[in-house]
Nanobody, 127 residues
Framework: QVQLVESGGGLVQAGDSLRLSCTSSAGALSWRTVGWFRQAPGKEREFVATITWNDEATYYKDIVKDRFVISRDANNTVYLQMSSLKPEDTAVYYC?????????????????????WGQGTQVTVSS
């Protein structure tokens, strides 16, 4: 079973930066499309960013695309670098991976495309 683990969340002030990390057991993130989602209290879980399985493309929610960067390193850890954080970025952030390897779709923003999820990491931005 693929297990994803997020880390790097915390309490920061508006304007600060944070870097979230997503790791997996047995290299399960390698060659998979991986995304970050977030869920604020009382709201639906929403798409934030995705990196395709071959790292050739990244996609972002419009309101974060100038502030957040998704990347993957040689150890297949996937990062979400968040800058200029705002109170409205406060949420639990989840890492998710496609079930299939070597695969991506145009529906990267759709939660149903992702078969593997982490437990989430809390990000709180104070004003």
């Amino acid at each position: 079973q693929v297990q994803l683990v997020e880390s790097g969340g915390g309490l920061v002030q508006a304007g600060d930066s944070l870097r979230l990390s997503c790791t997996s057991s047995a290299g399960a993130l390698s060659w998979r499309t991986v995304g970050w989602f977030r869920q604020a209290p009382g709201k639906e879980r929403e798409f934030v960013a995705t990196i395709t399985w071959n790292d050739e493309a990244t996609y972002y929610k419009d309101i974060v695309k100038d502030r957040f960067v998704i990347s993957r390193d040689a150890n297949n850890t996937v990062y979400l670098q968040m800058s200029s954080l705002k109170p409205e970025d406060t949420a639990v952030y989840y890492c998710a991976a496609y079930s299939r390897s070597y695969y991506s779709t145009t529906f990267y923003y759709d939660r149903s495309q992702y078969g593997h999820w982490g437990q989430g990491t809390q990000v709180t931005v104070s004003s």
